[in-house]
Every structure is written in structure tokens, then in C-alpha cells.
């Protein structure tokens, strides 16, 4: 049988953020979108969850400091494709920005898929630390130009954002 080079835009990378895009979107449309971003949360609490033991038993028994907690968070991100950095961090809490989403374009208008990286943000830290409080300040999903999200790294009052605990 013959081959021919197709030329179309098509590989495992985008295919698979256009999958996850669609998939998030048609949750939204469907359900709505409290429905849909728990629905994303479950999935990224579990990928959330494989991930904080695999970081957790780098450090070695070691306790993380939030620059350490900084530095785990922006090298998953950077694995899958984000481009996070640590803007600032102090004892109580780390702040992340960044200009590329791991779902691309994909991303725009579904602020669900925000619930991957709030969960698995979450459940790293607080495997890693004993609490973590994660707050989406702005969205490359709701229309920012980039990403800003807030870990607070001990209890907070009167703020937005998820609690989790180990």
C-alpha cells in the first residue's frame, strides 16, 4: 500500500490538548461550569496525588521551604509545558506566574481546566507540607494575558481559592 504525506496540522501534543479542550468545554456547556470544574478537580486531585509521592520522596524526609515547594511546582508545570516561575515566595506563601498554558489554546474560555492546576498544586504542597490554600488570581482561561496563582502554605481567613490537606 502506498503512503502519502498528509498536510495536516496533527500530533500527540495537539491532539490531545484539543481533545482535553473539547472534553472540558462540552462539561461546561452540559453540566455548567461548577459541575465541570469539579468534575476536572477529581481528575487532577488523583494526578495530583501520583505526582506529590514521586516529588516528596525526592526531597528525601527532608521538610521543603516554600522556595523548594516553588521549585517542584514550576518543574511539573515545565514538564508538561507551562512556562510558570516563581514570582515572589516568603515563609507563608508562594506566588507563581506564567504565559503559556499546558493546554494552549485550548485553554481560552474554560476556566475548568483551571481545576488541573489547582488540584495538582494543591495536593503537592500539602503532601509535602501538611496544608496548602491555592488561589487562581488570573487565568490565561478567563482572558489574562497570563497566569498569577497564590499558594498559601499555612491557614488563611477570608480568601478565595481551595483548601488541601495531606
Known amino acids: 500500500m502506498a503512503t502519502r504525506d498528509f498536510k495536516i496540522e496533527l500530533d500527540d501534543v495537539s491532539f490531545f490538548q484539543g481533545m ?20 476536572v478537580g477529581v481528575v487532577g486531585g488523583k494526578i495530583g496525588d501520583d505526582l506529590a509521592s514521586q516529588y516528596v520522596a525526592e526531597l528525601q524526609g527532608q521538610p521543603p521551604n516554600a522556595e523548594v515547594l516553588g521549585t517542584i511546582l514550576v518543574d511539573m508545570k515545565s514538564r508538561i509545558g507551562g512556562t510558570f516561575r516563581i514570582e515572589t515566595f516568603d515563609e507563608d506563601e508562594i506566588v507563581l506566574v506564567n ?3 499546558p493546554f494552549a489554546e485550548q485553554v481560552k474560555g474554560r476556566p475548568s481546566l483551571c481545576m488541573m492546576t489547582t488540584n495538582v ?46
Not at 20 to 39: K, Q
Not at 125 to 152: K, Q
Request: proline residues 4%; charged residues 20%.
Open 20 to 39: 482535553i479542550g473539547t472534553l472540558a468545554g462540552t462539561l461546561e456547556e452540559v453540566v455548567g461550569l461548577e459541575d465541570a470544574a469539579s468534575f
Open 99 to 101: 504565559s503559556r498554558c
Open 121 to 166: 498544586f494543591g495536593r503537592i504542597v500539602a503532601t509535602a507540607n501538611g496544608y496548602a490554600h491555592v488561589e487562581i488570581e488570573e487565568a490565561i482561561a478567563t482572558g489574562h494575558p497570563g497566569c498569577r496563582v497564590r499558594v498559601h502554605l499555612s491557614p488563611q481567613e477570608n480568601s478565595n481559592g481551595y483548601e488541601f490537606f495531606p
